[in-house]
C-alpha cells in the first residue's frame, strides 16, 4: 500500500515544530511493533509528539506519570467487588490503549516498572492470573531525563532491551525555537492540541496493512551478513562490557525495513541500516567504567563499528 509520510509529519508539524528525526524513529516503533525510550530533558515536547502522533494515526492515547507509590495496579488495573451484582468487575487501567506514554519511567519501582514488561513483550497482561489482550496498536512511549538521577531507579538491562529504540530527543535550534514562539504569541496552546486541527492520516485498517508493507521490504542475503556483522562486532569491542544481543539483531532489521518503506522504496540499502542503529543499539550496549571516564559514549562506538563493518556492494 501506499502511504504519504510527508502527510503524517505535517500533520504532526502542527502541534510539534521540527523534530523530523525524532518523529521518523517513533514511526520507525509503530510500524514494527516495538516499543521507544525517549529521552531527553523537560519541556522539549515529548509529550506533545506523542500525542500529536496517536491522533494521525488515529489511536487512543494515555499518560502514565510514574512516582515512587506508583503500584502495579495503577498501570495494569484491578478487580473491584461489585455488591449489586455479587462479582468482582475489572478496572481496566491505562495501560489498556493504543499509544501509551509513560512518562518519567525511571521514577517509579522496579516492581511497577516490571508491570509493563509482559504487556510490552507479550501485548497482554495477567490480572489476578487471568490474561487480558491489549490493543493490537498498542506501543509505549517511555520518557527519562538524562541528566536528574536523584530519587529515580535506573532501568535493568532486561527492561532495557524490550525496547525497539532509544531516541534522544534534544534542543531545538534556533529558528525552530523561535517559531515555537511565534506560535505560541499567536494564541497557540499545547493543552487545546484537540483544537489544532490534526487530521488522521491512518486509521484502525491502514496500520496494520502498513505493518505488513514494512514487514515485507526485500532484504537480501548481503544485508542480512551486513546487519549480523555490525551487532556482532559490538560483541568484541574492547570499550564495551556488554555488546548488543540477538534481539538487537532482529530490530536493527526490523527498523531498516520501515526505513526503507518510509523513504519510498521496496528493498533495504546500508544507508537505511545506518540510519536506525544508533537508535536500536545504543541503550543495549554497556561501556566499561574506564572507558566512560576517558570520554567514550555508546554512540561513538556505534559509530566506529559502523565504520569498520564492510559496507555490501549492490
Do not use: W
Request: charged share 25%.
Amino acid at each position: 500500500m501506499t502511504v504519504d509520510f510527508d502527510s503524517i509529519r505535517g500533520e504532526i508539524s502542527k502541534a510539534v515544530v521540527g523534530q523530523r528525526e525524532v518523529v521518523d524513529q517513533m514511526l520507525v516503533a509503530l510500524l514494527c511493533e516495538g516499543h521507544a525510550l525517549l529521552e531527553g530533558v523537560p519541556g522539549i515536547a515529548k509529550t506533545l509528539m506523542v500525542r500529536a502522533l496517536s491522533l494521525t494515526v488515529s489511536a487512543d492515547f494515555s499518560r502514565i506519570q510514574f512516582t515512587p507509590d506508583l503500584m502495579p495496579s495503577d498501570v495494569l488495573g484491578t478487580n473491584v467487588f461489585d455488591p449489586s451484582s455479587g462479582k468482582f468487575d475489572l478496572r481496566k487501567g491505562p495501560v489498556f490503549t493504543g499509544l501509551l506514554l509513560a512518562d518519567e519511567i525511571n521514577r517509579t519501582p522496579p516492581k511497577t516498572q516490571s508491570a509493563l514488561l509482559e504487556a510490552m513483550q507479550e501485548r497482554q497482561v495477567t490480572i489476578d492470573g487471568e490474561k487480558y489482550p491489549l490493543p493490537g496498536v498498542f506501543t509505549v512511549f517511555a520518557t527519562q531525563n538524562p541528566i536528574e538521577y536523584e530519587g529515580t531507579y535506573p532501568l535493568p538491562e532486561a527492561q532495557l532491551d524490550r525496547f525497539m529504540l532509544k531516541i534522544i530527543v534534544g534542543y531545538p535550534a534556533f529558528d525552530t525555537e523561535r517559531e515555537v514562539l511565534s506560535r505560541y504569541n499567536g494564541g497557540f496552546r499545547s493543552v487545546d492540541i484537540d483544537q489544532i486541527g490534526i487530521r488522521p492520516v491512518l486509521d484502525a485498517e491502514t496500520l496494520p496493512q502498513l505493518r505488513r508493507a514494512a514487514a515485507d521490504v526485500t532484504v537480501e542475503e548481503p544485508m542480512l551478513d551486513y546487519i549480523a556483522k555490525i551487532v556482532r562486532k559490538t560483541r568484541e569491542n574492547r570499550n564495551l562490557v556488554l555488546g548488543a544481543s540477538p534481539r538487537a539483531s532482529i530490530s536493527l532489521l526490523l527498523g531498516s525495513k520501515a526505513i526503507a518503506l518510509m523513504r519510498g522504496r521496496d528493498f533495504v540499502i546500508p544507508d537505511d541500516v545506518k540510519e536506525i542503529a544508533p537508535a536500536v543499539l545504543r541503550h543495549r550496549l554497556i561501556l566499561r567504567p574506564e572507558s566512560e571516564i576517558e570520554g567514550v559514549t555508546a554512540d561513538r562506538v556505534i559509530e566506529n563499528t559502523l565504520g569498520e563493518v564492510e559496507v555490501p556492494r549492490e
